[in-house]
């Protein structure tokens, strides 16, 4: 019976769409790819962040930005100055004039651009030993949070309230409790991920791959363990997203190769609370360091191979491509990837 209740809360998930999501999908009788672009850039593209269909960013190798306002017919480079030491593993774009970057590593740094790219301003910075910042989102364009790996013990979380132009460190004994040589993987920018108004999630990877939830916007933490494939520096949690307020789906694996993942995804129907691991026919198909819910749509990326479920199907169907972020645009209307190799891409269809 309990076998037959999780099957049912799968069905259930992955992923109801409304009748009409349903025949729109069905008349257009497409199937999804990706339509590769030239980014003009060589980088490692893991930061992401779609506005809309016309208007993305990415980050990533090298202080390397750059930033697409005709669709991706061109991408523009409007990396900062003297910032080609750092790795911009993760980025925020409201607009096509409006993005936070978020460096890995030392020098942490946060900056920010009003003007596209044009000039950027500086908006947090430390050297202090052993930080290292995985990712960051956003739950409105004022309020903000990133989140690094432990010191002392203890995750490092950073808060915005003013659409980062500052940034505060949580108090210590507020911050969650790691267990030692645990981590978050910032191969995507989104092992944390903000939901509705107030909730928001942080998957960590080595030991064990748990999770870390607040629904008061990081005021209070509770932590809870998840199948998804763990014991080794290289696998865990590496990707996070939501459908609605309640039901989910986080990926993973271990990014040393496909062949050595066994169980890379999961997914909850209480807001987080509980995780039950994807059944073995209806999984993707090895590592994905990214995932993104779009209408009755499900697309895993990962830097070897790229899959996507598309509701009542009976499994993933591979994808060509290989990238290491996949994001909804901000109006919902498109779906954006990014890469290796200056890799990005637009959802298309075709007959």
């Given at each position: 019976?309990?076998?037959?209740?999780?099957?049912?809360?799968?069905?259930?998930?992955?992923?109801?769409?409304?009748?009409?999501?349903?025949?729109?999908?069905?008349?257009?009788?497409?199937?999804?790819?990706?339509?590769?672009?030239?980014?003009?850039?060589?980088?490692?593209?893991?930061?992401?962040?779609?506005?809309?269909?016309?208007?993305?960013?990415?980050?990533?190798?090298?202080?390397?930005?750059?930033?697409?306002?005709?669709?991706?017919?061109?991408?523009?480079?409007?990396?900062?100055?003297?910032?080609?030491?750092?790795?911009?593993?993760?980025?925020?774009?409201?607009?096509?004039?409006?993005?936070?970057?978020?460096?890995?590593?030392?020098?942490?740094?946060?900056?920010?651009?009003?003007?596209?790219?044009?000039?950027?301003?500086?908006?947090?910075?430390?050297?202090?030993?052993?930080?290292?910042?995985?990712?960051?989102?956003?739950?409105?364009?004022?309020?903000?949070?990133?989140?690094?790996?432990?010191?002392?013990?203890?995750?490092?979380?950073?808060?915005?309230?003013?659409?980062?132009?500052?940034?505060?460190?949580?108090?210590?004994?507020?911050?969650?409790?790691?267990?030692?040589?645990?981590?978050?993987?910032?191969?995507?920018?989104?092992?944390?991920?903000?939901?509705?108004?107030?909730?928001?999630?942080?998957?960590?990877?080595?030991?064990?791959?748990?999770?870390?939830?607040?629904?008061?916007?990081?005021?209070?933490?509770?932590?809870?363990?998840?199948?998804?494939?763990?014991?080794?520096?290289?696998?865990?949690?590496?990707?996070?997203?939501?459908?609605?307020?309640?039901?989910?789906?986080?990926?993973?694996?271990?990014?040393?190769?496909?062949?050595?993942?066994?169980?890379?995804?999961?997914?909850?129907?209480?807001?987080?609370?509980?995780?039950?691991?994807?059944?073995?026919?209806?999984?993707?198909?090895?590592?994905?360091?990214?995932?993104?819910?779009?209408?009755?749509?499900?697309?895993?990326?990962?830097?070897?191979s790229c899959d996507y479920y598309i509701d009542g199907g009976k499994a993933y169907i591979p994808m060509e491509g290989k990238y290491y972020a996949v994001d909804v645009s901000r109006d919902k209307e498109a779906v954006w990837v990014s890469g290796p190799r200056g890799a990005v891409?637009?959802?298309?269809?075709?007959?």
């Amino acid at each position: 019976m309990k076998r037959l209740s999780l099957a049912l809360c799968l069905f259930l998930f992955l992923f109801a769409c409304s009748q009409e999501e349903k025949q729109e999908e069905t008349q257009k009788g497409a199937v999804p790819y990706w339509q590769a672009q030239d980014s003009g850039v060589s980088a490692s593209l893991r930061g992401l962040s779609a506005v809309s269909d016309q208007v993305a960013w990415a980050s990533g190798s090298r202080g390397t930005v750059i930033r697409t306002t005709d669709g991706g017919a061109t991408w523009k480079d409007v990396s900062i100055p003297e910032t080609d030491t750092l790795e911009f593993r993760d980025i925020e774009a409201f607009d096509a004039n409006t993005a936070i970057v978020l460096s890995a590593g030392l020098p942490a740094v946060i900056y920010k651009t009003t003007d596209g790219g044009q000039t950027w301003d500086q908006k947090y910075f430390s050297m202090k030993e052993g930080t290292f910042y995985d990712a960051m989102d956003f739950w409105n364009e004022q309020e903000g949070i990133a989140f690094g790996d432990a010191i002392d013990g203890r995750l490092l979380i950073l808060r915005t309230s003013d659409g980062g132009e500052s940034w505060q460190e949580l108090p210590f004994e507020q911050r969650p409790q790691a267990l030692e040589g645990q981590g978050g993987f910032a191969a995507s920018g989104t092992c944390l991920r903000t939901v509705g108004e107030s909730q928001v999630y942080i998957g960590l990877g080595g030991k064990e791959a748990s999770l870390f939830y607040s629904f008061d916007k990081g005021e209070s933490w509770q932590k809870t363990m998840t199948p998804i494939q763990s014991g080794e520096s290289t696998e865990g949690i590496f990707s996070i997203d939501f459908k609605d307020e309640m039901t989910g789906l986080m990926v993973g694996g271990d990014y040393r190769g496909d062949s050595l993942t066994k169980i890379n995804a999961a997914y909850t129907t209480d807001g987080g609370r509980n995780w039950f691991p994807v059944m073995a026919g209806m999984k993707p198909h090895g590592y994905r360091s990214g995932v993104a819910i779009w209408k009755n749509y499900v697309f895993v990326v990962g830097r070897e191979s790229c899959d996507y479920y598309i509701d009542g199907g009976k499994a993933y169907i591979p994808m060509e491509g290989k990238y290491y972020a996949v994001d909804v645009s901000r109006d919902k209307e498109a779906v954006w990837v990014s890469g290796p190799r200056g890799a990005v891409g637009k959802l298309g269809f075709r007959d």
